[in-house]
């Protein structure tokens, strides 16, 4: 039976109540008191900076976390939901911001772990391949997922969750790192849902797309409910008022003092890793001091591969290949790059931005030796102070210096990486998807010390999927499709229509003229 055949009426019992919801921590009250009431077809959006308690909120949901006070009613029945399972037995469905996939497995084994287990494998497969291609979510079921990148690794996720056939389904950051086509399609199910009768709360950082998607809003600050809205009555800066008490601050866009080639990328072929990785193909771009430039592109189309061979994780390549600061770096790996002044921010956080178990201050040794004395012996005292002087200039909300990474929200833990590379006062910064999951405050925050650094003298590469972040930031713009780079275009000169069209390869040098800094040889 489909959600529509359930006799849906928008002005039955609440599909979900939450009754002074409460959850405590030894650093922090996640949940103070909180309430909210989701109707039947309402796209709920939960808006909040980052560490204001939102995930905790929905992970309580969703039985991860269970709370230390308050009740939880389903359809105007009183539930205890004590794990996963038995939320998805009341039609309860989440897809995470941090993915809880089994890298190992396939993509179909993956979904079908959440799955009616006597449903084979093979049937499995065919539904996740009609899904795919139904809601515009392509990925390939037989992929194991370690082979994915994060975009892809999302889509899973939601594909997963809509196979269930939801009567709540939560989404936490589901878009932050999904093309603007790809939302523009999620949008599309996730109205459909509603209009059968399926809740959605949303979490979103984007105040574009919870006003263009939801019919009400609730906003927390500090783990408290302190507003109630209908966001399409809203602006972004009443909503961002509403989260954060102030509009986040204007960026400063100065002209680019450009100077000497820093990063120098010619002829950079390399086969696949695997069977499903992406060959890359003559890639030639060069990126100076004083600039930002940035790499667009549908996730999955060599991103990932451009990245390692970048960073020194794949030393496949030539040495002539990649240069850093004059010198050939094809060969090197990740230190001796780092000895060049090459900073990286990876798109994974967890794993490779950080390691999960380690504090926020042991963190720091994976990219920066200044604390390590004679012997190498760690000087602790000058580590945490170090932590503390990036937990202070990011705003990070943590419970200091000795904190877990994966004690962070996900925003957060993003400006500590962030901030960790920044703060080494790199000549290099290559960056992938600087802004995953943060809120506007803390994105405009992390997109003004990104132009600081440029201004100061830094080279900066961006990779990201977010096309207003690359057009608010970059002073040039490439796409990669299919493992090939396009000409580079200056900003000024890149719309949406054209950046889109080369997303799909439909790029020729021939018609982008020389001149400035528009095609590079």
């Known amino acids: 039976m489909t959600l529509s055949e359930q006799n849906f009426s928008p002005t039955s019992v609440p599909r979900l109540e939450l009754v002074g919801i409460t959850k405590r921590y030894p650093a922090v009250v996640a949940?103070?008191?909180?309430?909210?009431?989701?109707?039947?077809?309402?796209?709920?959006?939960?808006?909040?900076?980052?560490?204001?308690?939102?995930?905790?909120?929905?992970?309580?949901?969703?039985?991860?976390?269970?709370?230390?006070?308050?009740?939880?009613v389903v359809d105007g029945k009183p539930v205890q939901i004590r794990n996963p399972q038995e939320a998805r037995a009341l039609g309860i469905a989440m897809v995470f911001q941090h993915f809880s996939l089994f890298d190992t497995l396939t993509v179909a084994e993956n979904v079908w772990l959440g799955l009616d287990k006597s449903i084979p494998l093979s049937e499995v497969i065919q539904q996740v391949d009609a899904t795919a291609r139904e809601y515009g979510l392509e990925v390939d079921p037989h992929r194991p997922v370690h082979?994915?990148?994060?975009?892809?690794?999302?889509?899973?996720?939601?594909?997963?969750?809509?196979?269930?056939?939801?009567?709540?389904?939560?989404?936490?950051?589901?878009?932050?790192?999904?093309?603007?086509?790809?939302?523009e399609k999620l949008f599309i199910v996730l109205r459909r849902l509603a209009s059968e009768g399926c809740s959605i709360l949303y979490i979103s950082h984007k105040l574009h797309e919870i006003r263009s998607l939801c019919t009400a809003c609730t906003v927390l600050r500090g783990g408290v409910v302190t507003g109630v809205c209908n966001p399409s009555q809203e602006t972004n800066a009443s909503l961002s008022r509403m989260m954060i008490g102030s509009e986040p601050p204007k960026l400063e866009h100065r002209q680019p003092n450009v100077g000497p080639v820093v990063l120098k990328v010619q002829r950079l072929s390399l086969p696949r890793l695997d069977q499903f990785g992406i060959d890359l193909q003559g890639i030639d771009f060069q990126v100076r001091e004083g600039e930002v430039v940035g790499i667009a592109g549908v996730s999955g189309n060599g991103q990932r591969e451009l990245l390692y061979a970048l960073s020194g994780e794949d030393t496949r390549a030539e040495p002539a290949?990649?240069?850093?600061?004059?010198?050939?770096?094809?060969?090197m790996g990740p230190g001796k790059r780092r000895a060049l002044g090459l900073h990286f921010v990876p798109e994974e956080r967890l794993g490779r931005g950080a390691v999960p178990s380690m504090s926020l201050a042991h963190n720091l040794l994976l990219t920066r030796k200044t604390a390590l004395g004679k012997g190498g012996w760690i000087r602790m005292g000058v580590?945490?102070?170090?932590?503390?002087?990036?937990?202070?200039?990011?705003?990070?909300?943590?419970?200091?210096?000795?904190?877990?990474?994966?004690?962070?929200?996900?925003?957060?833990?993003?400006k500590f990486i962030v901030g960790r590379e920044i703060d080494a006062q790199p000549s290099l910064l290559i960056i992938s998807q600087p802004t995953w999951g943060v809120d506007v405050g803390a994105a405009a925050q992390i997109h003004g010390e990104i132009l600081a650094l440029r201004d100061a003298g830094c080279a900066v590469l961006v990779l990201s999927e977010e096309l207003d972040e690359l057009f608010e930031i970059c002073d040039r713009l490439h796409v990669v499709a299919k493992g090939q780079l396009s000409p580079s275009i200056a900003r000024q000169d890149a719309t949406v229509q054209l950046i889109g069209e080369w997303m799909s390869g439909l790029w020729d040098a021939n018609a982008v003229k020389a001149g400035g800094e528009h095609v590079q040889a």
Do not use: C, W
């Open 31 to 72: 949940n103070n008191g909180v309430s909210l009431t989701v109707l039947p077809g309402e796209v709920h959006a939960i808006l909040g900076e980052n560490g204001a308690g939102k995930s905790t909120l929905m992970k309580i949901i969703y039985g991860a976390v269970k709370p230390d006070e308050g009740r939880i």
């Open 147 to 183: 082979t994915l990148s994060v975009g892809e690794m999302q889509r899973v996720e939601i594909i997963r969750a809509l196979l269930t056939k939801p009567r709540v389904l939560i989404l936490d950051e589901p878009t932050s790192v999904l093309t603007p086509q790809a939302v």
């Open 321 to 331: 290949m990649v240069q850093v600061s004059g010198k050939d770096a094809g060969r």
């Open 383 to 414: 580590l945490q102070q170090q932590a503390r002087d990036i937990i202070s200039r990011f705003n990070v909300k943590a419970g200091g210096p000795q904190a877990a990474a994966q004690s962070l929200s996900g925003g957060n833990l993003q």
